[in-house]
């Protein structure tokens, strides 16, 4: 076996379970997520504005750590597919959780298990990679919302991932500007 097919192998077994973490390889992939993650997390909270009594929905909210910096005085939701990182999630928000101000739901990014009109603000980090269907994401962020609601979505350009062995092309999509107004496209 050449080293080349080894990490071609490899790279594909990281992008699977990025797609959907699971066991030990799941736990550590938590770790690493929370430390690359930590500062476009922080700047999609601060843009969407959260304020107190806001309903806030996390998808693909990971082990939890987007919810556990958004504001306390909020109502926090998280949704993922992976028992493996709400397992980690129960852990790190295990009081809020007790004290009823955090609720975590197993489920898809295509049928979230909330009613409509049930969130303020919605936020999406590094989940669109493993979309099937966006627009089926953003019709079912639309229902999901309150009127006057706000989605933020955050991803990494297919340019700062193209160093990435992982990213590409299956299992994750990557996505480019199409120009300069920053609108973002899939690139398969």
Not at 87 to 113: E, T, Y
Not at 118 to 138: E, G
Request: glycine share 8%; proline share 5%.
């Amino acid at each position: 076996m050449s080293s080349r097919t080894f990490v071609d192998r490899a790279a594909l077994a990281v992008g699977r379970q990025l797609a959907n973490p699971s066991g030990s390889g799941g736990f550590l992939l938590a770790v690493m997520m929370r430390v690359f993650n930590r500062r476009p997390t922080r700047a999609l909270i601060e843009a969407l504005d959260i304020r107190p009594g806001h309903h806030v929905l996390d998808i693909g909210c990971g082990d939890g750590m987007a919810l556990s910096a958004v504001p306390q005085t909020t109502w926090r939701y998280g949704v993922d597919q992976s028992e493996t990182m709400l397992s980690i999630a129960r852990h790190r928000l295990n009081r809020d959780l007790k004290a009823g101000r955090v609720r975590l739901r197993h489920g898809d990014m295509l049928a979230l298990p909330f009613g409509a009109n049930a969130f303020d603000r919605i936020l999406a980090s590094n989940v669109l990679y493993f979309c099937t269907d966006i627009p089926a994401l953003v019709q079912e962020c639309r229902r999901v919302a309150r009127p006057d609601a706000s989605l933020g979505i955050y991803v990494t350009s297919a340019r700062s991932m193209a160093k990435w062995p992982f990213a590409g092309p299956e299992p994750i999509a990557t996505f480019r500007a199409s120009n300069s107004k920053r609108n973002w496209k899939r690139r398969e």
